[in-house]
């Protein structure tokens, strides 16, 4: 074997491992929940159903490859993305699945077939009513997730505390809610409990990360993809 096959394998064994470590449905999720802020293992354990154990596993798998590390802070071991670049990748891999797989287009029309009325605001258009105060941004996600990072503009009141704070949201505004992006039903849960009390309620579809692409298009001229409005 030359020397440019023997480089060549080793760099694509190198690759693999990227690809192995995401072969796993459940290390996506800890990913996506892991993009959304740091977490302790404990935490991941209890937003994802797993055993402290099978998530402690997975991570070690994760951080074999590079896309996870961590730190200690007293008895607790708080893990995060290695690099904002993992977030970026994610997306793009849910974008490309999303495309090329009917099987996750057919999930997402049930999903909008089961939730056909409540239709989602664009973030063009949430950015433009945003500025002319006429929408109050709602997060709704857990509050070290806001703190981590949110879309500007945003109040957190975490899903579980929405209807013991539901008085406190103005009813002369629409409310957008908001959650982890378009694979999370929480943002879908505040819009049914917001009508329930009479509000003008609309959800967003994308999350933080979502905004973050959208704004870096927005800077750099780049025509947008969010086309969709409210009705």
Known sequence: MNMNRAWKERLYQEFARVGKSLSSPKRLEILDLLSQGPKSVELLSKSSGMSVANVSQHLQTLYEAKLVRFTKKGTFVIYQLADPAVAEFMLSLYSFSEKKLVEIQSIRSEITNNYEDMQPVSLEVLMDRMEKGEVL???????????????????????????????????????????RGPYCFMSFQAVEILKTKGLHAFRLDEGVLEWRQFTERRSFGCPDNYSQETQ
Do not use: F, K, M
Not at 139 to 149: H, K, L, M, N, T
Not at 159 to 174: H, N, T, V, W
């Open 137 to 179: 941004l709602l997060d709704v996600r857990p509050r070290e997730e806001y703190d981590a990072d949110h879309i500007p503009g945003a109040i957190s009141i975490p899903i579980e505390e929405l209807e013991s704070q539901i008085s406190e949201l103005p009813y002369s505004l629409d409310i957008v809610a908001y959650c």
